[in-house]
């Protein structure tokens, strides 16, 4: 009887742990950090309104069990700020997927391009260094802030869509070097102009409604990394 006993567990066991295995990826939850600036963080929308609650909000009702864990961003940063302050989070966190729009004050408080490259490039090698799939990552362009109604103060005497093109150029470099998606919304943004239901109230960041049309810009290339890992 113990003999039969025995080897009944001898042949099961290979057959549950498989069966467990496959339990586990079934039930695989992913972490989401978003890094970035005041088009990361929402400003000038309501709480639950920026691109990173929505995008989270579209994925789960899609089957993806994804939780927003993080959102580090903050008005005025710029890829120093991003490296010294919000890569310690994500490092934390240690989460399975993440966006990146980073550049815009960079580009405002005259940072070269060099530089720009440099920082932005040292950022997604860090994340992609510490992500379990390598590739999880969406690079989001710089929105054209040029064409909104108080915009051309931050120029200070530059064209601002050149210089925003210049760095997305960057960004789309490095993302095609890496294998990377970019969610690009720059051509987006610029409908902004001479449409104050697209901008805020300070008459520079988004409106919620401009942020909702971004998330749509997003959402299928992080749905197209994500939905393997379904709830």
Not at 23 to 37: F, N
Not at 185 to 201: C, G, H, R, V, Y
Request: hydrophobic share 40%.
């Amino acid at each position: 009887m113990l003999r039969k006993w025995i080897l009944s567990v001898l042949i099961l066991a290979p057959a549950c742990i498989i069966l467990a295995m496959k339990e586990g990826k079934e039930t695989t939850h992913i972490k989401y950090v978003a890094l970035g600036d005041s088009y990361t963080i929402g400003e000038g929308a309501k709480p639950g309104e920026a691109f990173p609650d929505l995008l989270t909000k579209h994925l789960e009702e899609n089957g993806v069990d994804i939780t927003l864990s993080a959102n580090p961003s903050v008005t005025g940063w710029t890829t120093e700020d991003l490296i010294e302050k919000e890569l310690p989070v994500f490092d934390r966190i240690k989460p399975e997927f993440v966006t990146l729009l980073i550049g815009v004050n960079d580009w405002v408080q005259g940072v070269d391009s060099g530089t720009f490259h440099k920082n932005l490039s040292y950022i997604i090698d860090h994340v992609r260094a510490l992500l379990p799939v390598k590739n999880k990552l969406v690079l989001i362009t710089i929105p054209d802030f040029g064409v909104t109604p108080t915009g051309k103060r931050y120029s200070q005497g530059r064209d601002i869509t050149k210089g925003i093109a210049d760095f997305n150029a960057i960004i789309k470099t490095e993302a095609r070097k890496r294998n990377l998606s970019v969610a690009d919304i720059f051509s987006e943004t610029q409908k902004m102009k001479n449409n104050p239901e697209l901008t805020a109230l300070d008459g520079l960041h988004p409106s919620a409604k401009e942020y909702a049309i971004w998330e749509k810009i997003i959402y299928p290339f992080a749905y197209d990394l994500l939905k393997d890992s379904p709830r």
